[in-house]
């Protein structure tokens, strides 16, 4: 892994025309003067304003890893740096293919695309028109960039890239697979690169990533970009994640490993991960409610789990809810129930008792309801259930960010 830095070029920011400065933004090393802590770029007079977080760093990397927290303006720097490598290569009559993968395709539709800090919003006059048909951007000077899913590897086969943009790869549902699909692609041109822009999560795609030789990184917090969000968020997210693990990785973009005191590892869940869950007999909603609907970091578990032909549990979806009321966490156990046709719920009661059961009777009387109390701590409870994930007893249809990182935070001693 390269430290990003600055650049030891000699090039002058502030001496440069503005072909040159687009193109440095587009992806040649920084200059060594740009003004801190805003970079303003110009190019075809249009004026950009960048961290120098948000610029391609100095040096010959093939990946730059930008790795921040949540509203670090990560979004805006893949978009900017797509837009400007599209346009400089124009002006030198070359149509760039660029990849954008994103875990689903609403998400690269709706965020990287048409997001507040989407391609589209920051092109300003310069704008690609976008064809939903055939999933793809085309600038007016040929350039093209086609949209993919983590949910389908073999999307990647065939295309090839001059440029890609990965967004939140930690979160990505067959993040190796896509990842090596999107390197056999990534064949373009003189000098092929790669931006992954994502919040940290200690998954191995993205720790072998971080130590690769070829990789640069850089890094930001929430903080870092506090003039551009709501008045007052950044103040409520450190008053209630100040300190704790979630706060280092979803504010302050730090890329927490996991504990050595936890029941599982994510190297041991990536392990027992498969790509289709195949048949699947009995299916059954589980409902863990929190002790108070208005408690701090309140959380109802909901997590839909099966059984396939080989005897093994099978986790479907996690549909866990933070902070929602009663009536929010019943009318989605309700709906995923039918969204997998369950055979039943399955609802603990030591906190709610037979409130749980009106709750779900209430919004559809019809769904069988099956309620259990538990007579022991929850370490003792999931010891047995780690041990099943050791003895390959129970897979992961699938990758679920949320719960994975609870599992892994999961230890007998009170999270930090």
Same mark, same amino acid.
């Given at each position: 892994?390269?430290?990003?830095?600055?650049?030891?070029?000699? +090039?002058?920011?502030?001496?440069?025309?503005?072909?040159?400065?687009?193109?440095?933004?587009?992806?040649?090393?920084?200059?060594?003067?740009?003004?801190?802590?805003?970079?303003?770029?110009?190019?075809?007079?249009?004026?950009?304003?960048?961290?120098?977080?948000?610029?391609?760093?100095?040096?010959?990397?093939?990946?730059? &890893? !930008?790795?921040?927290?949540?509203?670090?303006?990560?979004?805006?720097?893949?978009?900017?740096?797509?837009?400007?490598?599209?346009?400089?290569?124009?002006?030198?009559?070359?149509?760039?293919?660029?990849?954008?993968?994103?875990?689903?395709?609403?998400?690269?539709?709706?965020?990287?695309?048409?997001?507040?800090?989407?391609?589209?919003?920051?092109?300003?006059?310069?704008?690609?028109?976008?064809?939903?048909?055939?999933?793809?951007? &085309?600038?007016?000077?040929?350039?093209?960039?086609?949209?993919?899913?983590?949910?389908?590897?073999?999307?990647?086969?065939?295309?090839?890239?001059? !440029?890609?943009?990965?967004?939140?790869?930690?979160?990505?549902?067959?993040?190796?697979?896509?990842?090596?699909?999107?390197?056999?692609?990534?064949? !373009?041109?003189?000098?092929? +690169?790669?931006?992954?822009?994502?919040?940290?999560?200690? &998954?191995?795609?993205?720790?072998?990533?971080?130590? %690769?030789?070829?990789?640069?990184?850089?890094?930001?917090?929430?903080?870092?970009?506090?003039?551009? !969000?709501?008045?007052?968020?950044?103040?409520?997210?450190?008053?209630?994640?100040?300190?704790? +693990?979630?706060?280092?990785?979803?504010?302050?973009?730090?890329?927490?490993? $996991?504990? /050595? $005191?936890?029941?599982? +590892?994510?190297?041991?869940?990536?392990?027992?991960?498969?790509?289709?869950?195949?048949?699947?007999?009995?299916?059954?909603?589980?409902?863990?409610?929190? *002790?108070?609907?208005? *408690?701090?970091?309140?959380?109802?578990?909901?997590?839909? %789990?099966?059984?396939?032909?080989?005897?093994?549990?099978?986790?479907? *979806?996690?549909?866990?809810?933070?902070?929602?009321?009663?009536?929010?966490?019943?009318? /989605?156990?309700?709906?995923?129930?039918?969204?997998?046709?369950?055979?039943?719920? &399955? %609802? /603990?009661?030591?906190?709610?008792? $037979?409130?749980?059961?009106?709750?779900?009777?209430?919004?559809?009387?019809?769904?069988?309801?099956?309620?259990?109390?538990?007579?022991?701590?929850?370490?003792?409870?999931?010891?047995?259930?780690?041990?099943?994930?050791?003895?390959?007893?129970?897979?992961?249809?699938?990758?679920?960010?949320?719960?994975?990182?609870?599992?892994?935070?999961?230890?007998?001693?009170?999270?930090?």
């Amino acid at each position: 892994m390269k430290s990003a830095g600055r650049s030891t070029s000699g +090039r002058s920011w502030r001496t440069a025309g503005r072909d040159e400065r687009l193109a440095l933004i587009a992806g040649a090393e920084a200059p060594s003067d740009l003004p801190m802590p805003c970079m303003h770029a110009v190019g075809e007079g249009r004026v950009v304003s960048l961290r120098a977080d948000q610029l391609p760093p100095a040096g010959d990397w093939r990946t730059w &890893v !930008l790795m921040g927290g949540r509203g670090a303006g990560k979004t805006r720097a893949g978009a900017e740096w797509v837009h400007a490598a599209a346009r400089a290569a124009g002006r030198e009559g070359k149509a760039l293919r660029i990849a954008l993968v994103a875990e689903t395709l609403g998400d690269a539709r709706e965020v990287m695309i048409d997001g507040i800090s989407g391609i589209r919003r920051i092109a300003e006059d310069d704008r690609p028109s976008y064809e939903p048909t055939r999933r793809r951007l &085309v600038w007016q000077s040929g350039a093209v960039a086609q949209v993919f899913s983590s949910e389908d590897p073999e999307s990647l086969r065939g295309p090839q890239f001059d !440029l890609a943009w990965c967004d939140e790869l930690a979160k990505w549902r067959h993040a190796q697979e896509v990842w090596d699909m999107l390197q056999f692609a990534l064949r !373009l041109g003189s000098r092929p +690169r790669q931006l992954v822009t994502t919040t940290p999560r200690p &998954v191995p795609l993205l720790t072998a990533l971080l130590d %690769a030789p070829d990789t640069a990184v850089t890094r930001a917090s929430t903080r870092d970009n506090a003039v551009n !969000l709501a008045p007052g968020f950044l103040a409520a997210m450190e008053a209630r994640y100040g300190g704790t +693990r979630l706060g280092r990785q979803e504010l302050a973009g730090e890329l927490i490993a $996991d504990r /050595e $005191d936890a029941l599982w +590892r994510r190297g041991d869940l990536e392990a027992v991960r498969v790509r289709r869950a195949g048949a699947v007999g009995r299916v059954v909603v589980a409902i863990d409610p929190p *002790a108070s609907a208005g *408690a701090k970091n309140s959380c109802c578990g909901l997590v839909v %789990a099966g059984r396939d032909d080989d005897g093994r549990a099978v986790v479907l *979806a996690d549909g866990s809810l933070e902070g929602a009321s009663p009536a929010a966490w019943g009318r /989605e156990a309700i709906a995923l129930y039918r969204r997998f046709e369950a055979d039943r719920i &399955v %609802a /603990e009661v030591n906190q709610g008792g $037979d409130m749980v059961r009106a709750i779900l009777r209430g919004i559809d009387a019809g769904v069988p309801v099956t309620t259990v109390r538990a007579s022991r701590g929850k370490w003792l409870r999931a010891e047995p259930v780690a041990a099943l994930y050791e003895e390959g007893r129970v897979v992961h249809a699938g990758t679920f960010p949320a719960l994975e990182d609870q599992m892994c935070e999961f230890s007998r001693n009170p999270q930090s």
